[in-house]
């Protein structure tokens, strides 16, 4: 094929890749047929007496316009298949979320340590004891501790800043997962499947449950004086931020919702 | 033959045509055209996406061949489409056999 018709093919086969959608394994095999159908279909008319600019014109005439031909690849809307995916993305989405805000609550902890000690955040509430074979672990984890309490309280603060720093690095990587999910799937017309607002609605709610949860774990040591308040005292703050986001976000929907709605006259 | 009139008979064309062999999408609307002596000319971009659908429902299988260096996907046809040939040819010539008993009458 000579340069002018494989330039005509070229720029079809640049606009069908431009229209089509889906994987890209899928929208590669379609791009080589096509090329393949387009280069004999020159070859053809060449040979039945056209120049090559005649024969790619001819070609790609009767083969159908891309952005025509593009749409007739789509595949065929599938009701389950999409509330699936939608599930899917929701639950990231507040997987997300969640294991983030734990990632925010270890910070505060942190805070909460530095501002009236690890003790606080992480020691062991009264009657808690340690065998000596726990306690030589604890110690050879923390050799600048003096007793073992300390080294107990000293690694369990740790353990709560580092675990929780951790779970906010996964959320964040599920939230930007998530967020490049959205942003590839693209469509023309979002078919809304799953209610409006469910995803800040159920995201109050388990936030607003935890906080509650987690504000009756730090009360009794609060109360007594005793330290390890400060793990359930940060966490349940942060969710408690969290869940108040959710409901405002989930009003704002509603609001938004309504303003939506047409106006009903009365008679 | 108008291109509407021929969309609903596609999948039954397209199955014929694989029955007799396996081929390349070219080759498969050339066979077309030329079995029907043109009366089947619809846009050949058409012919790709059934091609495709008919291989995601389990009628077709496909696979690479090399075509003077250049890579092509030929196609034929399975049991399940060879069932499938058979089921619509019976529902196509009971189709046709009333449409000509009611032409014949109405004239």
């Given at each position: 094929?000579?340069?002018?018709?494989?330039d005509?093919?070229?720029?079809?086969?640049?606009?069908?890749?431009a229209?089509?959608?889906?994987?890209?394994?899928?929208?590669?095999?379609?791009?080589?047929?096509?090329?393949?159908?387009?280069?004999?279909?020159v070859?053809?008319?060449?040979?039945?007496?056209l120049?090559?600019?005649?024969?790619?014109?001819?070609?790609?005439?009767?083969?159908?316009?891309?952005?025509?031909?593009?749409?007739?690849?789509?595949?065929?809307?599938?009701?389950?298949?999409?509330l699936?995916?939608?599930?899917?993305?929701?639950?990231?989405?507040?997987?997300?979320?969640?294991?983030?805000?734990?990632?925010?609550?270890?910070?505060?902890?942190?805070?909460?340590?530095?501002?009236?000690?690890?003790?606080?955040?992480?020691g062991?509430?009264?009657?808690?004891t340690?065998?000596?074979?726990?306690?030589?672990?604890?110690?050879?984890?923390?050799?600048?501790?003096?007793?073992?309490?300390?080294?107990a309280?000293?690694?369990?603060?740790?353990?709560?800043?580092?675990y929780?720093?951790?779970?906010?690095?996964?959320?964040?990587?599920?939230?930007?997962?998530?967020a490049?999910?959205?942003?590839?799937?693209?469509?023309?017309?979002?078919?809304?499947?799953?209610p409006?607002?469910?995803?800040?609605?159920?995201?109050?709610?388990?936030?607003?449950?935890?906080?509650?949860?987690?504000?009756?774990?730090?009360?009794?040591p609060?109360?007594?004086?005793?330290?390890?308040?400060g793990?359930?005292?940060?966490?349940?703050?942060?969710?408690?931020?969290?869940?108040?986001?959710?409901?405002?976000?989930?009003?704002?929907?509603l609001?938004?919702?309504?303003?939506?709605?047409?106006?009903?006259?009365s008679? | 033959?108008?291109?509407?009139?021929?969309?609903?008979?596609?999948?039954?064309l397209?199955?014929s045509?694989?029955?007799?062999?396996?081929?390349?999408?070219?080759?498969v609307?050339?066979?077309?055209?030329?079995?029907?002596?043109?009366?089947?000319d619809?846009?050949?971009?058409?012919?790709?996406?059934?091609?495709?659908?008919?291989?995601?429902?389990?009628?077709?299988?496909s696979?690479w061949?090399?075509?003077?260096?250049?890579?092509?996907?030929v196609?034929?046809?399975?049991?399940?489409?060879?069932a499938?040939?058979?089921?619509?040819r019976?529902?196509?010539?009971t189709?046709?056999?009333?449409?000509?008993?009611?032409?014949?009458?109405?004239?």
């Amino acid at each position: 094929m000579g340069h002018m018709s494989a330039d005509a093919v070229d720029r079809y086969l640049d606009e069908l890749l431009a229209a089509l959608d889906g994987r890209a394994a899928d929208i590669r095999r379609v791009l080589v047929e096509v090329d393949d159908h387009l280069t004999e279909a020159v070859r053809a008319g060449v040979e039945e007496g056209l120049d090559e600019r005649a024969a790619a014109a001819r070609a790609i005439e009767r083969f159908g316009p891309p952005r025509v031909v593009a749409r007739r690849f789509a595949r065929p809307f599938s009701p389950g298949r999409e509330l699936a995916t939608q599930l899917v993305l929701a639950v990231l989405l507040l997987a997300g979320v969640g294991m983030t805000t734990v990632g925010v609550s270890g910070a505060v902890a942190a805070g909460m340590g530095a501002a009236f000690g690890q003790q606080f955040v992480s020691g062991d509430h009264a009657g808690v004891t340690y065998t000596p074979a726990r306690c030589a672990e604890y110690r050879a984890l923390e050799p600048g501790a003096a007793t073992c309490e300390e080294a107990a309280t000293r690694h369990h603060f740790g353990e709560v800043v580092q675990y929780r720093a951790a779970a906010g690095v996964v959320g964040l990587a599920a939230l930007a997962a998530s967020a490049l999910v959205r942003r590839r799937r693209r469509q023309a017309i979002l078919v809304r499947l799953l209610p409006e607002g469910l995803v800040p609605a159920v995201a109050a709610a388990l936030f607003g449950v935890a906080a509650a949860a987690l504000a009756l774990d730090a009360v009794t040591p609060l109360l007594a004086g005793e330290g390890g308040a400060g793990a359930s005292l940060s966490a349940a703050i942060v969710a408690a931020v969290a869940g108040a986001i959710g409901a405002g976000t989930f009003v704002r929907t509603l609001g938004v919702r309504a303003e939506r709605q047409p106006a009903q006259s009365s008679m | 033959m108008r291109a509407e009139q021929l969309k609903g008979h596609l999948d039954l064309l397209l199955l014929s045509v694989l029955a007799r062999g396996p081929a390349h999408g070219y080759a498969v609307i050339a066979a077309l055209r030329d079995g029907s002596s043109g009366a089947f000319d619809l846009p050949e971009g058409t012919v790709y996406p059934a091609l495709h659908r008919l291989e995601s429902e389990g009628l077709l299988a496909s696979s690479w061949g090399d075509a003077g260096g250049r890579r092509r996907r030929v196609y034929r046809l399975t049991g399940a489409g060879a069932a499938a040939l058979r089921a619509r040819r019976r529902e196509w010539e009971t189709f046709a056999g009333s449409v000509r008993a009611v032409v014949g009458w109405a004239t």
